[in-house]
């Protein structure tokens, strides 16, 4: 596999599941604003106001939630070059590694199983 093709992997992996995020924060602003608009009908001076406050905290969320993804997709695409580099640098270590993890696993569950 070439360093495109892993790299676009991770962005993909990194966008499925950032993109299931932003359909649950898209439907919960959606949820909040169908409120501000069925509020809307109303016409006392306080609920304008509260109105008027609501739209830009939902307004301020909106981009909150928007630069957090992206800061998340930006560190996510980070570390998996980086993993992907130190692998492709040191195979035999991270074969080792991989192996010793394999085998503290293995001590764990058998001797649980065992003390069971």
Not at 37 to 42: D, T
Not at 57 to 79: I, K, P, Y
Not at 83 to 107: E, F, H, K
């Amino acid at each position: 596999m070439d360093n495109q093709t892993h790299s676009a992997d991770n962005g993909q992996f990194a966008d499925k599941g950032q993109s299931a995020d932003k359909g649950q924060f898209q439907d919960l602003f959606d949820d909040i604003d169908e409120l501000i608009k069925g509020v809307a009908q109303v016409q006392s001076p306080e609920i304008q106001k509260i109105r008027a406050k609501a739209r830009v905290a939902l307004t301020a969320a909106r981009s909150a939630a928007q630069d957090s993804a992206a800061q998340l997709a930006r560190q996510a695409r980070n570390v998996a070059t980086s993993t992907d580099s130190y692998v492709r640098s040191s195979p035999w270590q991270t074969a080792a590694l991989s192996a010793l993890v394999g085998l503290v696993v293995g001590i764990a569950v058998g001797s649980r199983r065992s003390a069971d």
